[in-house]
């Protein structure tokens, strides 16, 4: 858990009080200019050197997070 004010979060999305599927993927930043070419939103994004995460919103506003892990 993640704390940033008086509550605690889990995850990555600042607020978020549901559960976030991620979905294993080859590459995070190749997936995140898809998601937008085909109308979604990227709403986080960490590049990191031990593995890249991201959460957007598909084009009916659904949450849904994309990662992949360096091995």
Do not use: Y
Not at 8 to 28: E, M, P, T, W, Y
Not at 33 to 47: D, N, P, Q, Y
């Amino acid at each position: 858990m993640r704390r940033w004010d008086e509550r605690q979060h889990g995850g990555l999305v600042r607020g978020a009080s549901h559960v976030v599927f991620h979905v294993l993927v080859a590459d995070v930043e190749e997936t995140c200019g898809r998601v937008e070419s085909l109308g979604g939103k990227v709403v986080h994004k960490v590049i990191d050197d031990g593995a890249d995460f991201a959460c957007a919103h598909d084009t009916s506003g659904n949450l849904f997070g994309v990662f992949h892990r360096r091995n």
